[in-house]
T-cell receptor, first 110, second 114 residues
Framework: DAKTTQPPSMDCAEGRAANLPCNHS???????VYWYRQIHSQGPQYIIH???NNETNEMASLIITEDRKSSTLILPHATLRDTAVYYC???????????FGKGTRLHILP | DAMVIQNPRYQVTQFGKPVTLSCSQT?????MYWYQQKSSQAPKLLFH???????NEADTPDNFQSRRPNTSFCFLDIRSPGLGDAAMYLC?????????????FGPGTRLLVL
């Protein structure tokens, strides 16, 4: 079973920051938080991952709370192409399976 | 360049007629995964290979089998497809990125069962 909880859907205006929350209250100390997204009819795409510290890459930022029980994925300037289902996943290490939860369907509004 | 290639992108088969989906990867990685994704649902892991070691998920039906003849190729065999097996089938391998391996997915094969 997925170890994460996400809202089923969210809306965001084009050009604004999209903030997608994820709860992972049972995460253990050595488990990473991963984010993937899946655009319609495509395979899931890796976005970012983190352990304790906040992370930023060319696609997004990941903010992890100090107690690590929740995190937020931030798309700083959402575009229509960011419309997708976003999955938050908890994973132990490179040999650990990825178990997808239900994800958040993000709608970017023009 | 595509790192995980799935062929065909669309496959039509008949109820009960065996079908094989193929996946290849150019990363030379030792792990490969097969997922099933039904409409409006999240991908569900069917099984994965670590080298030649096959790891089946507990709830994967016996109707689904897999072969991995070499590092680059992996096949998903559905012995007797039912209407409920119509889905997108996703293949993935791992990719090393900033100190952690992440899964890299192919585009998927959409299977239609008539």
């Amino acid at each position: 079973d997925a170890k994460t909880t996400q809202p089923p859907s969210m809306d965001c205006a084009e050009g604004r920051a999209a903030n997608l929350p994820c709860n992972h209250s049972t995460i253990s100390g050595n488990e990473y938080v991963y984010w993937y997204r899946q655009i319609h009819s495509q395979g899931p795409q890796y976005i970012i991952h983190g352990l304790k510290n906040n992370e930023t890459n060319e696609m997004a930022s990941l903010i992890i709370t100090e107690d690590r029980k929740s995190s937020t994925l931030i798309l700083p300037h959402a575009t229509l192409r960011d419309t997708a289902v976003y999955y938050c996943i908890v994973r132990l290490n490179r040999d650990d399976k990825i178990i997808f939860g239900k994800g958040t369907r993000l709608h970017i509004l023009p | 360049d595509a790192m995980v290639i799935q062929n065909p992108r669309y496959q039509v088969t008949q109820f009960g007629k065996p079908v094989t989906l193929s996946c290849s990867q150019t990363l030379n990685h030792n792990v490969m995964y097969w997922y099933q994704q039904k409409s409006s649902q999240a991908p569900k892991l069917l099984f994965h290979y670590y080298d030649k070691d096959f790891n089946n998920e507990a709830d994967t039906p016996d109707n689904f089998q897999s072969r991995r003849p070499n590092t680059s190729f992996c096949f998903l065999d559905i012995r007797s497809p039912g209407l409920g097996d119509a889905a997108m089938y996703l293949c993935a391998t791992n990719l090393w990125d900033r100190g952690q391996e992440t899964q890299y997915f192919g585009p998927g094969t959409r299977l239609l069962v008539l």
